[in-house]
Each structure stands twice: as C-alpha cells, then as structure tokens.
C-alpha cells in the first residue's frame, strides 16, 4: 500500500503485519477441502496525515458480499442492541408515521423490522443477495445493491429523501471510503441525521483486539479519522456515543454539513481521549505488535499444555474475527477438532484456512470437553449466561482477548 484511501497521503506506518490469511467468511464445504485456497496479507497501516487505519484492498466487496455467512439475527445481544437503538433514535429524533428510515447493510431486517413494527416507511440496502432474501421473506422492504452516489440518488428519487440512514457495521467494509460516504449524502434528506456505528480504534488498541483486523473490514477508525471521512461525502459530525458492542465502537450522528451545527461536549472528549492514547501520533501504535504476539504465545501454550494432559478443548462460535485469530496462531483440528454455531448456514462446512469442523452448538452438551474456547469474545456476557450448562460436568470457559482468561461457570 503506496497511497492513503482517504487522503491520498505516502506517509504510511506499519502497525501490525498478521502475515497472509484466506478471507475471513470463506467457510469451505467437504468438497473443497482438497482444492487450492487463496490467501492474502493482512498487514495493518496507519496515515500518519490522516491517522486512518487500513489495509490493501486486496479482494474487492463483491467477492466477500455478494453471497455472505453472517445473519445478524442469530445474535441475541445484537438484535435487542437494534431494538433498543430504533426506540432511543424515534424518540430522540421525533420519527412518526411519515418519517422515512433506509438502512444500509441492513442484513436480513434485524433492525429494521423494528422500525416496520412501529409503522415507519423504511428500506434496506443490502448487498448479499442471500440475506437480502431473509429479509424481505421476514416483511422488510430491501434492495440488493452495494451502495454508491448513484445508488443513494436512485433510492432518493425513488422513494423520497431519509429522515434518518443508518449505517452499523459497514463504514468500515468498503475500500472507496469517499464514495460510499457520498452515497450516505445522497440518500439524507437535507435535514436529515446520518447515524454510523463502527469499531473504535482506541479500544481496537488497548485491548488487544486485533483478532478485528480481517480482509473485510479495510479501515479502522477514530473518531477524529472519522471526521476526515464524513467531510470527504458532505456530511459534519454533531455527536458520538461509545458503546460496548463488538469490543467498544462508537456511534456518530452526523448530518448534511450546512445544517450540522457546533458538535457536542462529547465529540470534544473523546478527541481528547484519542489525542491523549497517542493515536494522533505514531506512539500510540507502536507496542500493538508486541501485544499481539504476547496473545498468539499465551493462547498457544494453554492448547498445547492442554493437550498434553489429555484435556478436550473445542470452540463456540465461528465468527470472522475468530478465523484471523485461528490463522494468525496457526490453530488446526490436533488443537481444535471443531467449533459450533448457531448458524446453519455454517454447519458441515469448514473454518478458511486451518478447516476446523463448524458443527451445531448441541455437539459441545453431547462431548462435555473440559475447556470451550470462546471466539466471539465481545459477546462475553451473553455467552457466559448461553454457557452456563458447561458447569455441569466441570468444563470452563477460555476467552483468549485481550488477554487469556479461563472462567469458571456458574449453573
């Protein structure tokens, strides 16, 4: 990477370099085990102009989007997170019967189907064609398209200016940072809110969670980089919230430039919080390495030591951020025979890269292992009450971020 996606800048640091991996959601079937599999690297810089953190667009939305393993709907904690955020945004925003909502990445309708609920016009655009198909079977009107500046005015001159875009979870999923954010411009109403919600950078750094730096997510963000990006499309930050979902991300309302105001305190706070961190400069970076290596040696020497005392480990969950920690440590099925998920779509098939087995979550009831090797880490609370049946032949719980942690259940 010679060039800055966002400012065009040279001036780029390395932060971390997690070597070459295959794209996190390219769970392979039976049948593909014994074929080549691409991989690519993964190597984390930072602008030193900007302070945007990125990695090389080395495969393209189209490739990872198109077709896609995540339903955000199997995830308990995320659909009451969506619940929660369309009562607070109709309230805070005064939304009524006329009002209308498009959300973007809208993924199968867990969000949306709340504001359905509540009689709001509203549109998904979601570009997976096969969760755009869930959606729209579960009632909620949505595009299949990735969004650009022609997309946003196509909606628009279709279905009239949004009172409110929601963007979760996908500002940092598009390599052309300027035109999607064009693309948001496009599709608000003049007077409009844009709300944006994406992992926080600061406590992508503190705590270690580097297991989030994967082919799909191309830029990682602080809120005074975000700034930078939401001018680049027209549109000027007004606040921001800091949230515990994914490990910490932060939630920006932003609005069309001319009518956004002064910002709020909290803005002014968190910059300062970033400022102090040293994220605005290239101290705040340069002990992410050795942190990250401290992660893969910790986690490695409890699966070997385990396996010499003859104990089962097995995995729950099979989320893309826990396939750039199975590569990155180089876990296979000697230390991990297999993983479980909630989602069928991922039963029968294969983790990319180390092919550990994605087997339903009654396997782990069925085997009673010792130990259950937690990958979806920032769901921890909601996992611990799922799990709390472990206990029941004395299993505990590994959460191997930020740090190695073995729980104790209780039943």
């Known amino acids: 990477m010679t060039r800055c996606r966002l400012c065009g800048s040279e001036a780029m640091a390395s932060v971390v370099d997690l070597g070459a991996t295959p794209p996190c959601e390219s769970f392979l079937a039976a049948d593909q085990l014994d074929l080549p599999e691409p991989a690519y690297p993964l190597h984390l810089r930072v602008c030193t102009d900007c302070w945007l953190a990125q990695i090389p667009p080395l495969i393209t939305p189209e490739e990872t989007f198109t077709q896609y393993a995540y339903f955000s709907s199997y995830s308990t904690s995320w659909v009451e997170h969506a619940r929660t955020f369309v009562a607070d945004s109709v309230q805070r925003l005064g939304l009524g019967a006329d009002a209308f909502v498009v959300e973007v990445a809208s993924n199968d309708g867990y969000l949306l189907k709340h504001v359905r609920d509540r009689g709001i016009r509203c549109l998904g655009v979601e570009p997976s064609v096969n969760v755009g198909a869930a959606a729209r079977e579960a009632g909620v009107p949505t595009l299949t398209a990735f969004l650009d500046p022609a997309t946003g005015a196509g909606v628009r001159a279709e279905h009239g200016p949004a009172d409110l875009v929601v963007a979760n979870n996908v500002y940092a999923h598009i390599p052309d940072v300027v035109g ?37 997510h191309f830029q990682y963000y602080t809120v005074a980089s975000a700034i930078r990006a939401l001018e680049s499309g027209g549109l000027a930050l007004v606040d921001v919230e800091l949230l515990p979902t994914h490990g910490g991300s932060i939630r920006l309302w932003a609005r069309p430039a001319e009518a956004a105001g002064e910002p709020t305190a909290r803005v002014t706070d968190v910059l300062a919080r970033e400022k102090a961190a040293g994220l605005q400069e290239l101290s705040g970076y340069t002990e992410f390495s050795a942190r990250v290596a401290k992660v893969r040696r910790d986690l490695l020497r409890f699966l070997v030591e385990a396996a010499e005392r003859g104990e089962t480990v097995v995995g729950y969950g099979a989320p893309g951020k826990g396939n750039t920690l199975l590569n990155h440590c180089g876990i296979r099925p000697d230390l991990l025979p297999y993983t479980v998920d909630r989602n069928p779509y991922k039963h029968g098939r294969f983790t990319p890269g180390t092919r550990i087995p994605i087997l339903p979550p009654e396997q782990i009831a069925a085997d009673k292992p010792d130990y259950v090797l937690v990958l979806p880490w920032n769901l921890r609370a909601e996992l611990v009450e799922q799990l709390s049946f472990v206990h029941e032949w004395g299993g505990r719980l590994v959460f191997p971020i930020p740090e190695l942690s073995i729980v104790e259940v209780a039943s």
């Open 180 to 216: 999607f954010t064009r693309g948001l411009r496009a599709l608000v109403a003049d007077d409009g809110w844009v709300s944006v919600e994406v992992q926080h950078l600061l406590t992508l750094i503190e705590e270690n969670q580097y297991d989030t730096i994967y082919h799909e």
